[in-house]
């Protein structure tokens, strides 16, 4: 029909073709939306019309003889101009699927237990019944598709296995529905149950419960937990409070989880008391949480994954809140910590000054403090890199402060860590406690062997100019890490302001100074005198030991190192800014 009309000799006739479709040009328009719908998708579902294991290739087949597909065709055919929007909500609510977040238990069906058989018709011990019931709450709720991490990945097939654990926090998050279920809550449970679930011991759970926007909770005889019959769990107050208190995150962005680098250290500690069964999984599983894609390399053991895994989230972030743990320093390198757990204790919180006290201490060190000097200070630190890895090697801004002196102890009572009476250039005295041997701090090793305590740089602590547009988008925000919420109010409003220059050149050194203004009033001069107020201000330590080849290793403490220098206005004791390279 449509080829008469393009081939009719009236003008008026072929462009009435123009109005329309063939059912080619249909199909191949809608044919891309499908593609682009099942790339948020599971590789393989489960039909729960059926009991059948799907592809993506046999659930294009199985739409495409729907009659949503059909009246889609009709549609498109009748509609050359629709906007795809329309094309991706039908395609969107036939494709979606229902997730299961559940804790493995006994035998669970696997992918060869079930492959090319009717999930229905099978009555084996073990956990097909869980499977068997998912299925039906899932059909129930309008889901034609369901996916379980027991059956749905052919885990002897390597290249699949890194696809679908790279890409589970996609798929959660663009589901349907995920169902979670509670097998060891009982029936008619009282508020309270969920939190003393086991699935919340897991590590693999905290991302299938961030990552979906719609998600119910299911008891152990699949009834809803306190019969709570609202389509969606992340909107009662009730199971969100319980399930933060629970799991130590704040019910609102348990709601409204975002995937990104920010917030590193507070993402890890929600991770920190969980447990996994393969040692590697505890870091595998944040990779859907920060959004990052890295190798799957079971049999790494897990300092290396979660060494990598930090690795590639302060070189793409420049966020240090990751270094900042108590414990065991890892073998992939000393800066990090070689367990999860090392996140458990809270970060440190120091306070900050009032913008009164700031402004009196500005006054005080205008009176002390050369034009210069500051402004020497300030260009130097804002010539400092962001902190990066390379070969497991950190390499990072600090400001040093060698070390003088250091005596043990006694009297303390440790059984295994020694206490330390710390000296050093441009710092009060300090105790540090670590569990490295007594010898390692001997009067003739520390003649030998560079000891120095640090501070970490991080480019946030730098207060900016003013511009003239002081409006910058959440997405500027996103790359630069928790530091900037530790911030007071007013220093976290400037600090926004230099946010969009993370990353791009840097002038040189010279031109920083030659450009810095003379004026000791102007508002570059006062920002500069009020980072190193904020510089003798109580910051967190790093105690680093340098290697024989020159490199520093970090000495791990087991509580946070905290240091103040002597003399806020001795500007010169703090110049000592390198960038480390640390094994």
Same mark, same amino acid.
């Given at each position: 029909?449509?080829?008469?009309?393009?081939?009719?000799?009236?003008?008026?006739?072929?462009?009435?073709?123009?109005?329309?479709?063939?059912? @080619?040009?249909?199909?191949?328009?809608?044919?891309?939306?499908?593609?682009?719908?099942?790339?948020?998708?599971?590789?393989?579902?489960?039909?729960? *019309? *059926?009991?059948?294991?799907?592809?993506?290739?046999?659930?294009?087949?199985?739409?495409?003889?729907?009659?949503?597909?059909?009246?889609?065709?009709?549609?498109?055919?009748?509609?050359? &101009?629709?906007?795809?929007?329309?094309?991706?909500?039908?395609?969107?609510?036939?494709?979606?699927?229902?997730?299961?977040?559940?804790?493995?238990?006994?035998?669970?069906?696997?992918?060869?237990?079930?492959?090319?058989? %009717?999930?229905?018709?099978?009555?084996?011990?073990? %956990?097909?019944?869980?499977?068997?019931?998912?299925?039906?709450?899932?059909?129930?709720?309008?889901?034609?598709?369901?996916?379980?991490?027991?059956?749905?990945?052919?885990?002897?097939?390597?290249?699949?296995?890194?696809? @679908?654990?790279?890409?589970?926090?996609?798929?959660?998050?663009? @589901?349907?529905? *995920?169902?979670?279920?509670? =097998? &060891?809550?009982?029936?008619? @449970?009282?508020?309270?149950?969920?939190?003393?679930?086991?699935?919340?011991?897991?590590?693999?759970?905290?991302?299938?419960?961030?990552?979906?926007?719609?998600?119910?909770?299911?008891?152990?005889?699949?009834?809803?937990?306190?019969?709570?019959?609202?389509?969606?769990?992340?909107?009662?107050?009730?199971?969100?409070?319980?399930?933060?208190?629970?799991?130590?995150?704040?019910?609102?962005?348990?709601?409204?989880?975002?995937?990104?680098?920010?917030?590193?250290?507070?993402?890890?500690?929600?991770?920190?008391?969980?447990?996994?069964?393969?040692?590697?999984?505890?870091?595998?599983?944040?990779?859907?949480?920060?959004?990052?894609?890295?190798?799957?390399?079971? %049999?790494?053991?897990?300092?290396?994954?979660?060494?990598?895994?930090?690795?590639?989230?302060?070189?793409?972030?420049?966020?240090?809140?990751?270094?900042?743990?108590?414990?065991?320093?890892?073998?992939?390198?000393?800066?990090?910590?070689?367990?999860?757990?090392?996140?458990?204790?809270?970060?440190?919180?120091?306070? =900050?000054?009032?913008?009164?006290?700031?402004?009196? $201490?500005?006054?005080?060190?205008?009176?002390?403090?050369?034009?210069?000097?500051?402004?020497?200070?300030?260009?130097?630190?804002?010539?400092?890199?962001?902190?990066?890895?390379?070969?497991?090697?950190?390499?990072?801004?600090?400001?040093?402060?060698?070390?003088?002196?250091?005596?043990?102890?006694? %009297?303390?009572?440790?059984?295994?860590?020694?206490?330390?009476?710390?000296?050093?250039?441009?710092?009060?005295?300090?105790?540090?406690?670590?569990? &490295?041997?007594?010898?390692?701090?001997?009067?003739?090793?520390?003649?030998?062997?560079?000891?120095?305590?640090?501070?970490?740089?991080?480019?946030?602590?730098?207060?900016?100019?003013?511009?003239?547009?002081?409006?910058?988008?959440?997405?500027?925000?996103?790359?630069?890490?928790?530091?900037?919420? =530790?911030?007071?109010?007013?220093?976290?409003?400037?600090?926004?302001?230099?946010?969009?220059?993370?990353?791009?050149?840097?002038?040189?050194?010279? &031109?920083?100074?030659?450009?810095?203004?003379?004026?000791?009033?102007?508002?570059?001069?006062?920002?500069?005198?009020?980072?190193?107020?904020?510089?003798?201000?109580?910051? $967190?330590?790093?105690?680093?030991?340098?290697?024989?080849?020159?490199?520093?290793?970090?000495?791990?403490?087991?509580?946070?190192?905290?240091?103040?220098?002597?003399?806020?206005? =001795?500007?010169?004791?703090?110049?000592?800014?390198?960038?480390?390279?640390?094994?």
């Amino acid at each position: 029909m449509l080829s008469k009309l393009e081939n009719a000799p009236n003008t008026h006739t072929r462009k009435l073709r123009q109005r329309y479709l063939s059912p @080619s040009e249909a199909e191949s328009a809608i044919r891309t939306v499908i593609h682009a719908q099942l790339d948020n998708c599971p590789l393989r579902v489960l039909d729960t *019309t *059926t009991g059948l294991l799907c592809d993506r290739e046999a659930q294009t087949r199985i739409f495409k003889t729907s009659t949503e597909y059909k009246e889609l065709l009709l549609f498109k055919m009748k509609h050359p &101009d629709v906007k795809e929007k329309h094309i991706e909500e039908v395609a969107c609510k036939y494709l979606s699927c229902a997730m299961l977040s559940h804790r493995w238990e006994g035998n669970e069906p696997l992918l060869h237990d079930i492959q090319d058989k %009717g999930v229905y018709d099978l009555d084996v011990p073990g %956990g097909i019944v869980k499977l068997q019931s998912f299925c039906k709450v899932a059909r129930q709720a309008g889901c034609r598709w369901a996916w379980s991490d027991t059956c749905c990945i052919d885990k002897t097939n390597n290249a699949e296995l890194q696809q @679908s654990l790279n890409s589970m926090f996609v798929w959660y998050r663009h @589901s349907a529905l *995920t169902i979670v279920y509670l =097998s &060891d809550v009982p029936p008619r @449970s009282k508020a309270g149950a969920l939190a003393k679930s086991a699935w919340n011991t897991r590590g693999w759970t905290i991302g299938e419960f961030l990552a979906p926007r719609v998600i119910l909770f299911y008891q152990q005889d699949w009834t809803l937990y306190l019969n709570d019959r609202s389509p969606n769990h992340k909107k009662s107050v009730m199971i969100m409070q319980e399930l933060g208190d629970a799991v130590g995150i704040d019910p609102q962005a348990l709601i409204a989880f975002r995937p990104g680098l920010t917030g590193a250290r507070e993402k890890l500690q929600w991770s920190s008391t969980r447990v996994t069964t393969l040692q590697e999984d505890i870091a595998y599983s944040l990779f859907g949480i920060f959004g990052v894609h890295l190798p799957v390399i079971y %049999g790494e053991k897990k300092q290396n994954a979660l060494g990598r895994l930090l690795q590639e989230v302060v070189a793409r972030s420049g966020d240090i809140s990751a270094l900042e743990w108590i414990g065991t320093p890892s073998e992939f390198n000393s800066c990090l910590p070689a367990d999860i757990t090392c996140y458990n204790a809270s970060p440190l919180i120091l306070s =900050s000054l009032s913008e009164g006290e700031m402004e009196k $201490s500005v006054s005080i060190l205008q009176k002390v403090v050369s034009l210069e000097l500051a402004s020497e200070f300030y260009a130097l630190l804002d010539h400092l890199c962001a902190p990066r890895f390379a070969n497991c090697r950190l390499h990072l801004p600090c400001i040093v402060f060698p070390v003088t002196g250091m005596r043990w102890r006694r %009297g303390q009572g440790q059984e295994t860590s020694l206490t330390y009476e710390v000296k050093a250039e441009g710092l009060h005295d300090l105790l540090i406690t670590t569990e &490295d041997k007594p010898n390692h701090f001997s009067r003739a090793k520390l003649t030998r062997q560079t000891l120095l305590l640090v501070r970490p740089w991080t480019r946030c602590s730098l207060e900016l100019l003013d511009f003239d547009n002081d409006t910058q988008s959440d997405a500027n925000v996103s790359e630069v890490g928790s530091s900037l919420y =530790s911030m007071p109010p007013v220093s976290r409003s400037r600090a926004l302001r230099f946010i969009p220059r993370i990353g791009q050149p840097f002038g040189s050194f010279v &031109d920083s100074l030659r450009d810095f203004p003379r004026d000791k009033n102007s508002e570059s001069h006062l920002q500069a005198l009020r980072l190193i107020v904020r510089l003798g201000q109580p910051f $967190s330590a790093f105690l680093l030991a340098q290697q024989p080849s020159g490199e520093y290793k970090r000495i791990a403490s087991d509580r946070h190192v905290i240091a103040q220098v002597k003399d806020v206005a =001795s500007v010169r004791s703090m110049m000592d800014v390198r960038t480390l390279e640390i094994l």
